[in-house]
Nanobody, 122 residues
Framework: QVQFVESGGGLVQPGGSLRLSCAAS????????MGWYRQAPGKQRELVAA???????NYADSMKGRFTISRDNAKNTVYLQMNSLKPEDTAVYYC????????????????WGQGTQVTVSS
């Protein structure tokens, strides 16, 4: 069974940047649409960004212009570059694989990573 491991979270000051990575254990990764979700304390998990197997992307409105999702199929890895971070971006970030991608939406698939904590604070 393919597994996904996130990394790159941490503590950053407001206005700073982080790059999250999600590495797959199998090259079957290249066939999967991928998504990044986040969950803040006391809130529901929400979609941040998604990327199709072919590299098309979509974003939640509040992340447009600040976050960039990308993938490197040679490394079986999807990335989330986060810039201009705000305290409200504080959450556990999860990658998801195998969902249904459309131009404006992504429905989560069956595979989840373990999550990586992002804390934006001065």
């Amino acid at each position: 069974q393919v597994q996904f491991v996130e990394s790159g979270g941490g503590l950053v000051q407001p206005g700073g940047s982080l790059r999250l990575s999600c590495a797959a254990s199998s090259s079957i990764f290249r066939f999967y649409a991928m998504g990044w979700y986040r969950q803040a304390p006391g809130k529901q998990r929400e979609l941040v960004a998604a990327i199709s197997s072919g590299g098309s992307t979509n974003y939640a409105d509040s992340m447009k212009g600040r976050f960039t999702i990308s993938r490197d199929n040679a490394k079986n890895t999807v990335y989330l570059q986060m810039n201009s971070l705000k305290p409200e971006d504080t959450a556990v970030y999860y990658c998801n694989a195998g969902g249904e991608y459309s131009g404006s939406d992504y429905s989560a698939g069956r595979y989840w990573g373990q999550g990586t904590q992002v804390t934006v604070s001065s």
